[in-house]
T-cell receptor, first 110, second 115 residues
Framework: SQQGEEDPQALSIQEGENATMNCSYK?????LQWYRQNSGRGLVHLIL?????REKHSGRLRVTLDTSKKSSSLLITASRAADTASYFC??????????FGAGTQVVVTP | GAVVSQHPSRVICKSGTSVKIECRSL??????MFWYRQFPKQSLMLMAT?????????EQGVEKDKFLINHASLTLSTLTVTSAHPEDSSFYIC???????????FGPGTRLLVL
């Protein structure tokens, strides 16, 4: 079963703009991970944030985690056309099993 | 990063036949491999978890006799869809994780079409 919701379901922006997407979950977690999927392809791991961390950066990506609200956000700064993809959050339990959110489809137009 | 391959990338088969999908970790030893399926425009749903040398653990609602999983070595897991039917048509994705890792590395997926 899916862990939670992602918001928005779809996002259309222009190159150079920032893209923000949110993820909510229901159960306690060990860590939360964000992945990118290009159409018809496998998933690419973007960033992992542990339950005792609040914010993490990786290049143009910034992830926040609020365990009290059971939510996370992914910010992509200065977006590029190549960032066009579906983005999924996934929560990991203590066994490492992942439960994925519904995903956000991001389209970046030149 | 670690590389995981899947074979075949795409398969079309007739209803009633069985299809085997391979998942290989190319540059690390995967103590645990996971199998997911993804329907169009939907998220990934975990089907089963397999640990090398032991039986797979299936998620609720997934038929273990229909989706046979074998994880015979630290670099190879196979998923066999037995007696496939059109409703089994989907995108099957595997992932692999090392003994000390938190990150799952995903394969490129296998698109199965059952006619």
């Amino acid at each position: 079963s899916q862990q939670g919701e992602e918001d928005p379901q779809a996002l259309s922006i222009q190159e150079g703009e920032n893209a923000t997407m949110n993820c909510s979950y229901k159960t306690s977690i060990n860590n939360l991970q964000w992945y990118r999927q290009n159409s018809g392809r496998g998933l690419v791991h973007l960033i992992l944030i542990r339950s005792n961390e609040r914010e993490k950066h990786s290049g143009r990506l910034r992830v926040t985690l609020d365990t009290s609200k059971k939510s996370s956000s992914l910010l992509i700064t200065a977006s590029r056309a190549a960032d066009t993809a579906s983005y999924f959050c996934a929560t990991a339990d203590s066994w490492g099993k992942l439960q994925f959110g519904a995903g956000t489809q991001v389209v970046v137009t030149p | 990063g670690a590389v995981v391959s899947q074979h075949p990338s795409r398969v079309i088969c007739k209803s009633g036949t069985s299809v085997k999908i391979e998942c290989r970790s190319l540059d690390f030893q995967a103590t645990t491999m996971f199998w997911y399926r993804q329907f169009p425009k939907q998220s990934l749903m975990l089907m089963a978890t397999s640990n090398e040398g032991s039986k797979a653990t299936y998620e609720q609602g997934v038929e273990k006799d229909k989706f046979l999983i074998n994880h015979a070595s630290l670099t190879l897991s196979t998923l066999t869809v037995t007696s496939a039917h059109p409703e089994d048509s989907s995108f099957y994705i595997c992932s692999a994780r090392g003994a000390s890792g938190e990150t799952q590395y995903f394969g490129p997926g296998t698109r199965l079409l059952v006619l």
